[in-house]
């Protein structure tokens, strides 16, 4: 592996229109004496200079125009998991078939419900007949594809594996929306109380059972709740939370068993998809939401451009579990790294189903919390009316 080189953006079926990797440059020239600005697009920053110079034109600055990347929270204005896996499973249906991918993407735009989805696959349909690369399309429409989903649908079309590439991306976000669903089932329960302890609390104000002091407490209570959700769904204020969530106990292990298990199966993909394991390691780290993570696998990469093999590379990064370089070991032994992946997927996978009641109880715990916050005011304040009122009446006697 010594001859690796540091992989750059994956380049699609070269000369294709659909696939060939273009960036989009903005420049400032000088042009027959008068300054000029606009955007070119070109392979690089050198072969764009070269463009406007083959006019006659002197560059003075050529800046890279980056696209938007996508929203990381999960929170208002994107695509749910569950619609972009039931998208993915007929995008993978589709391209099975004969049919043009201008074609594909129109039909699905037709198919889809919403405003989001049928947009983006028809803007992307629109912008690969007018000659824009098929990446470049997809990152226009942040909000419905992440990079992650573009660079697999590159990888796909660079070893021409798109349907099995599809078939495995629609099977990962199934996966993960069912675990999504899991969680969210048990969750309808305790949410329902919390909802219902406010509401109460509402009433018992309107007939004056709470005095006006507690219901104030019990009102700023309930708004400095609401106001960590909203930061929570918000893509600084998520981040913010992952980060805590990795160093709760148990939950930070649950986080980064799903880590795990998704980097398999995305560097699985790769190999099956013919990529080299630079390009797959700079693919499947896209996923990767901890930071240890993620500089692990640039210090793997750095460990195999310099002639490590991909186990050895992986002990060296000091993080990833004994029993997944061990395996991936015996893969490389074998030629058979994608099947231990997969084995190494299907086992965290697993583990995930176990663990997500760590989560669950986490966030139920929470959620107790501020019913037995809400019922502790109403049940003080009920009782400060009761003895107010007996006071009262002894008074009057």
């Given at each position: 592996m010594a001859g690796?080189?540091?992989?750059q953006?994956?380049?699609?079926?070269?000369g294709?229109?659909y696939?060939k990797?273009?960036?989009?440059?903005?420049y400032?020239c000088?042009?027959?004496?008068k300054r000029?600005r606009?955007?070119?697009?070109?392979d690089?920053?050198?072969v764009?200079?070269l463009l406007l110079?083959?006019k006659?034109?002197?560059?003075t600055?050529?800046t890279?125009?980056?696209?938007?990347?996508?929203?990381d929270?999960?929170?208002?204005?994107g695509v749910?998991?569950?619609r972009?896996a039931?998208y993915t499973r007929?995008?993978a249906?589709l391209v099975?078939?004969d049919?043009p991918?201008t074609?594909?993407?129109?039909?699905?735009?037709?198919s889809e419900?919403g405003?989001?989805l049928?947009?983006?696959?028809?803007?992307?349909a629109?912008?690969?007949a007018n000659?824009?690369?098929?990446?470049q399309a997809?990152?226009?429409r942040?909000k419905?594809?992440?990079?992650?989903?573009i660079?697999m649908?590159e990888?796909g079309?660079?070893?021409?594996?798109l349907?099995?590439?599809a078939e495995?991306l629609?099977?990962?976000?199934?996966n993960?929306?069912k675990l999504?669903?899991k969680?969210l089932g048990?969750?309808?329960y305790?949410f329902?109380?919390l909802?219902f302890?406010f509401?109460?609390?509402?009433?018992l104000?309107a007939?004056?059972t709470?005095?006006?002091?507690?219901?104030?407490?019990?009102?700023?209570?309930?708004?400095?709740?609401?106001?960590i959700?909203?930061?929570g769904m918000?893509?600084p204020?998520?981040?913010?939370?992952?980060?805590?969530?990795f160093?709760i106990?148990?939950?930070?292990?649950?986080?980064r068993?799903?880590?795990l298990?998704?980097?398999?199966r995305?560097?699985?993909?790769?190999?099956?998809?013919?990529?080299?394991i630079l390009?797959?390691?700079?693919?499947?780290?896209?996923?990767l939401?901890?930071?240890?993570?993620?500089?692990a696998v640039?210090?793997?990469?750095?460990?195999?451009?310099d002639?490590?093999d991909l186990r050895?590379?992986m002990?060296?990064s000091g993080?990833?579990?004994?029993?997944?370089?061990?395996m991936?070991?015996?893969?490389?032994?074998?030629g058979s790294?994608?099947?231990m992946?997969?084995?190494?997927?299907?086992?965290?996978?697993?583990?995930?189903?176990?663990m997500s009641?760590?989560m669950v109880?986490?966030?139920?715990?929470?959620v107790?919390?501020?019913?037995?916050?809400t019922?502790a005011?109403i049940v003080i304040?009920?009782?400060g009316?009761?003895?107010?009122?007996?006071?009262?009446?002894?008074?009057?006697v």
């Amino acid at each position: 592996m010594a001859g690796f080189k540091k992989p750059q953006t994956l380049q699609i079926n070269p000369g294709s229109v659909y696939n060939k990797y273009v960036a989009e440059f903005r420049y400032e020239c000088i042009a027959y004496g008068k300054r000029q600005r606009g955007t070119i697009s070109a392979d690089s920053r050198e072969v764009a200079t070269l463009l406007l110079k083959k006019k006659g034109w002197i560059p003075t600055s050529i800046t890279e125009i980056i696209p938007k990347e996508p929203q990381d929270a999960p929170g208002f204005g994107g695509v749910s998991v569950q619609r972009l896996a039931a998208y993915t499973r007929k995008f993978a249906t589709l391209v099975k078939t004969d049919i043009p991918i201008t074609q594909v993407l129109s039909l699905l735009s037709e198919s889809e419900q919403g405003r989001l989805l049928p947009e983006a696959s028809q803007h992307v349909a629109n912008q690969i007949a007018n000659g824009v690369p098929f990446g470049q399309a997809m990152a226009e429409r942040p909000k419905v594809f992440s990079k992650l989903y573009i660079r697999m649908v590159e990888a796909g079309l660079n070893s021409g594996t798109l349907d099995l590439v599809a078939e495995n991306l629609a099977q990962l976000y199934e996966n993960e929306s069912k675990l999504r669903l899991k969680i969210l089932g048990k969750l309808i329960y305790p949410f329902t109380l919390l909802g219902f302890s406010f509401l109460i609390s509402l009433l018992l104000r309107a007939i004056g059972t709470i005095t006006a002091e507690l219901f104030a407490v019990l009102m700023g209570f309930w708004f400095i709740f609401g106001v960590i959700v909203l930061i929570g769904m918000t893509p600084p204020g998520y981040k913010v939370y992952r980060e805590i969530g990795f160093k709760i106990p148990g939950l930070g292990k649950l986080m980064r068993t799903i880590n795990l298990a998704r980097f398999c199966r995305i560097f699985s993909l790769q190999f099956k998809a013919g990529v080299s394991i630079l390009q797959g390691l700079d693919v499947s780290k896209e996923i990767l939401q901890d930071r240890s993570f993620r500089d692990a696998v640039d210090r793997m990469q750095a460990h195999i451009m310099d002639g490590m093999d991909l186990r050895d590379a992986m002990v060296a990064s000091g993080i990833f579990p004994s029993q997944m370089s061990g395996m991936i070991g015996a893969g490389e032994v074998a030629g058979s790294i994608e099947i231990m992946l997969d084995k190494l997927a299907e086992y965290y996978e697993q583990d995930i189903d176990s663990m997500s009641s760590v989560m669950v109880n986490f966030i139920y715990f929470a959620v107790y919390f501020m019913i037995m916050i809400t019922a502790a005011i109403i049940v003080i304040s009920a009782w400060g009316s009761y003895f107010g009122m007996i006071e009262g009446l002894i008074n009057e006697v």
